[in-house]
């Protein structure tokens, strides 16, 4: 039987390769990167066999859909952001059981998902960026399920989160979720965005986001999912924040015991706002075929 070990929301900054490299903005996001690692780092210790990612940055327009392929090898330049990240090398296994397991259940349960091994779809950077620091030697395995549904709602995205929990108690993978996104994301109009790489655009999307925080850091669930689908509206969520709902849809939604830890203190880059965050799986609701539920959200 399979388990959840691990549930983590984490950050993909591209700033984060800059960090890496000699110049102004050396070491700038040193902070998230030595999370990232500590995560890697933990999963090894766990015996954490696969990573799931739900990628932000992996766009769909109808139906969910998952990059199921048995090895994901490329070389990567992003669309979005050429300047930054350019002819990244990646190579991860893949786990091609777990996702065609993910794509039933959630199938199953009314929503339609597809899980596709094509070997020229690519992984996007909300998968890479993570998997650089959390998987730096490329053993674990990766299944990566697009974050970001432009006309899906949180709902069905909940769904799918319950299903992959459904999916790993059939399964013998020993999983770790990453929700691959910022917490708001309106990044600075394009006349400021370079002043702005270390700043947020917005104070109320800040404070949004730290009373977030907050109330992960409590266990005040209910309250944080009442809020999450105007969260996601007023301050532009990254992909609309379905890769939040798919996290707590596999943790258990309002009916999850945990409470966060901040892996990453909160930080503010290029408009947006930023952490690394560790929800402990003891909270995880313990019928792991039936986790609840939940409380629809629109």
Excluded at 80 to 90: K, N, R, S
Excluded at 98 to 119: F, N, S
Excluded at 206 to 217: F, G, H, S
């Amino acid at each position: 039987m399979g388990e959840i070990l691990m549930a983590i929301k984490a950050t993909h900054v591209p700033s984060m390769l800059i960090s890496e490299q000699p110049g102004p903005a050396h070491g700038c996001r040193q902070a998230a990167i030595d999370a990232e690692r500590e995560i890697g780092r933990r999963a090894v210790e766990l015996g954490v066999d696969t990573f799931v990612v739900f990628d932000t940055h992996w766009l769909v327009n109808a139906g969910y859909h998952i990059n199921n392929n048995a090895v994901h090898k490329g070389n990567y330049t992003s669309h979005e952001f050429p300047h930054f990240i350019q002819d990244l090398p990646y190579e991860f296994p893949g786990n091609p059981e777990l996702g065609a397991m993910i794509a039933e259940e959630a199938t199953a349960m009314g929503v339609k998902t597809r899980a596709h091994q094509v070997a020229s779809l690519d992984l996007e950077y909300g998968t890479i960026l993570p998997m650089r620091y959390m998987n730096p030697e490329g053993k674990i395995k990766v299944v990566s399920i697009a974050g970001w549904s432009t006309f899906g709602s949180l709902e069905e995205s909940r769904i799918l989160g319950e299903a992959l929990a459904k999916a790993v108690a059939r399964s013998n993978s020993k999983v770790a979720i990453v929700a691959s996104g910022s917490m708001s994301h309106q990044i600075w109009e394009n006349r400021l965005v370079e002043e702005g790489f270390n700043s947020i655009s917005r104070e109320f999307n800040k404070q949004v986001d730290l009373r977030a925080l907050q109330l992960w850091e409590e266990g005040q669930w209910a309250t944080f999912l009442r809020m999450l689908p105007e969260y996601a509206q007023y301050c532009t969520g990254e992909g609309k924040m379905h890769d939040t709902a798919m996290l707590f849809g596999a943790i258990g939604w309002d009916k999850y015991e945990g409470q966060a830890e901040i892996v990453c203190p909160y930080f503010e880059s290029s408009g947006t706002g930023q952490t690394v965050v560790s929800f402990p799986v003891a909270g995880i609701p313990l019928v792991a075929t039936g986790i609840g539920a939940g409380m629809p959200v629109s």
